[in-house]
T-cell receptor
């Protein structure tokens, strides 16, 4: 299973754009990259998923370079409510068992 | 869409009793569900893979006789913590796979807080 590496923590201020980069050097051909957000005492919430290039939805963008060995989650204009732990995971592709192994995640602290 | 629920949201029990936690996919069918546990300030740890109609697959170090998993239908998986002890106190989270054969996404339940006295 591909392992991911993220910064342990990041600080930002309200209104700023936040970019969290994740390294996944051993990503398999069929693996997708998925980002989740988790608040204390809640289950992880799906943010965005992609395979290559750029994916955008109403809450975030995901940038994936051609070699797919890393990815960057971009959160535009964060607010205090975006303070949470963000997890980057790889897997869920065709033929994949679906097992997701969570790393430590990135704790984002948004300050006023 | 793609909503996963868990019941109960929290439970307190005495040491030695068994506790059952339900995980339901509300608006989709899931042949595969997963069970995780999370201790304070730590990441999620995968416990087992629950497969509809077959035996669960447990991760190394997880006692299958202690954590009984039943996936009797395409929308329900249950985790039973048998003879619970204080060290089993944790936050238990399930997830369900949703999507096509080429691309699937896991959606997580809200979690169940277990406290064993």
């Amino acid at each position: 299973l591909a392992k991911t590496t993220q910064p342990i923590s990041m600080d930002s201020y309200e209104g700023q754009e936040v970019n969290i980069t994740c390294s996944h050097n051993n990503i398999a051909t069929n693996d997708y990259i998925t980002w989740y957000q988790q608040f204390p005492s809640q289950g992880p919430r799906f943010i965005i998923q992609g395979y290559k290039t750029k994916v955008t939805n109403e809450v975030a963008s995901l940038f994936i370079p051609a070699d797919r060995k890393s990815s960057t989650l971009s959160l535009p204009r964060v607010s205090l409510s975006d303070t949470a732990v963000y997890y980057c995971l790889v897997g869920d592709g065709e033929g994949n068992t679906g097992k997701l192994i969570f790393g430590q995640g990135t704790t984002l602290q948004v300050k006023p | 869409g793609a909503v996963v629920s868990q019941h109960p949201s929290w439970v307190i029990c005495k040491s030695g009793t068994s506790v059952k936690i339900e995980c339901r996919s509300l608006d989709f069918q899931a042949t595969t569900m997963f069970w995780y546990r999370q201790f304070p300030k730590q990441s999620l740890m995968l416990m087992a893979t629950s497969n509809e109609g077959s035996k669960a697959t447990y991760e190394q170090g997880v006692e299958k006789d202690k954590f009984l998993i039943n996936h009797a239908s395409l929308t329900l998986s249950t985790l039973t913590v048998t003879s619970a002890h204080p060290e089993d106190s944790s936050f238990y989270i399930c997830s369900a796979r949703h999507g096509t054969s080429r691309q699937e996404t896991q959606y997580f339940g809200p979690g169940t807080r277990l406290l064993v006295l």
